[in-house]
């Protein structure tokens, strides 16, 4: 089956081409990084205008690398998948109209596809044979989620965070550094040349709860750096390895201790966060040690990308089928992760 797949919820307008949830035949991604870095965030009016601007260029690139163009589209793609939410509305409703219009015009059945499920199943794209139950870690600029998850469509949300996510800490701890947007991927370089034993900033492990909150160690971040101003490069990378040295463990110690108390054999990672070198690393060094299989998606899967949509949209058809209500075809910008209707 392939299904062309659309993913707008945010700052990066992608298109997809996937077969069989496996296959990705073609994948574009359109960052806005340079259109949102000077405001340090994403700033949802922009984000909107940019996705108008790009779309159907990004579209036609998709089908183009995957072979395919306006007039063979119905008989090569079967089904358009698109992200209904969460995200930002604006943004959503771009993707939305375009995934409408084409299935409108090629009479194709319509998949809304929930953007954390497509991170949840970004790993299976590179490896079908993941065996449930496994549990997933989301780590995104808008998520941290620990999940149990059964079955395809099956969940139960163990711990989330209390403030921000794990992303949002990254780009948070870097604009108070001085350094650029996004900030995960800053800091994480510039820890590579840095010492993690430098600073002991605390790890917020919360005992009894699976949730997570980091908001701590960014205040301890700013305490710090207000008795301990930046004065030169070494001190910058040493804070940096600090920083991500206590957010990674912070994260692997409660995904970990999640796991052997649910008995899962199996950690699956998604989210732009789980593109993190160090959070790499420790994951599969400590599921070695545990005998827990890890399962990280390549950089390209890792952050927002339409192919982990057409993947989810692949596991959403095959068990729920192609028939789609209203309000769940409806952009949602608050939509929670949910167990899948059939
Ligand atoms: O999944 P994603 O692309 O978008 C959301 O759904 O939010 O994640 C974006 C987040 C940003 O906060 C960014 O700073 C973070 O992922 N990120 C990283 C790294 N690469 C991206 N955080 C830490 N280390 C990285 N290498
Ligand atoms: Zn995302």
């Known amino acids: 089956m392939n299904i062309f797949a659309i993913e707008t919820s945010c700052d990066e307008t992608s298109a997809s081409v996937v077969s069989n949830g496996l296959k990705v035949r073609s994948v574009v991604i359109s960052s806005q990084i340079k259109i949102h870095a000077g405001f340090f965030g994403v700033v949802p009016e922009l984000a909107s205008r940019a996705h108008i601007e790009n779309i159907n260029h990004v579209i036609w690139r998709a089908l183009n690398n995957a072979g395919i163009n306006f007039t063979d589209f119905s008989q090569k793609v079967d089904a358009v998948a698109f992200t209904s939410g969460p995200g930002l509305a604006g943004a959503l409703l771009v993707g939305a109209i375009a995934a409408k219009s084409l299935a409108c015009v090629y009479k194709k059945p319509l998949i809304p596809v929930n953007h954390l499920d497509g991170h949840l199943y970004s790993s299976f794209i590179e490896n079908m044979s993941i065996k449930l139950p496994f549990l997933s870690l989301i780590i995104s600029g808008g998520h941290t989620e620990l999940i149990a998850v059964e079955d395809f469509g099956k969940?139960?949300?163990l711990g989330s965070t209390r403030d921000d996510a794990a992303g949002e800490a990254f780009d948070k701890a870097a604009k108070m550094l001085g350094l650029s947007y996004p900030g995960g991927p800053v800091i994480d370089k510039m820890a590579e040349n840095g010492n993690p034993e430098a600073v002991r900033f605390t790890r917020p492990y919360l005992k009894g709860s699976w949730d997570f909150s980091f908001s701590g160690i960014k205040t301890a971040l700013l305490n710090y750096l207000k008795t301990n101003p930046v004065r030169n490069e070494k001190q910058l990378n040493n804070i940096?390895?600090?920083?991500?040295?206590?957010?990674?463990?912070?994260?692997?110690?409660?995904?970990?201790?999640?796991?052997?108390?649910?008995?899962?054999?199996?950690?699956?990672?998604?989210?732009?966060?789980?593109?993190?070198?160090?959070?790499?690393?420790i994951f599969?060094?400590?599921?070695?040690?545990n005998k827990i299989k890890v399962f990280i998606p390549s950089l390209i899967y890792s952050t927002d990308n339409a192919a982990m949509i057409g993947c989810a949209a692949y596991f959403r058809q095959k068990k729920c089928g192609l028939k789609y209500d209203d309000i769940q075809l409806k952009p949602n910008p608050s939509l929670l992760l949910e167990n899948w209707r059939l």
Do not use: D, H, M, P
């Open 155 to 157: 969940y139960k949300v």
């Open 240 to 281: 940096c390895a600090s920083f991500r040295q206590a957010v990674a463990e912070t994260i692997c110690f409660k995904s970990f201790e999640a796991a052997k108390k649910f008995n899962l054999k199996r950690i699956v990672l998604g989210g732009g966060v789980s593109a993190n070198s160090l959070i790499r690393k």
């Open 284 to 289: 599969l060094e400590t599921g070695q040690k």
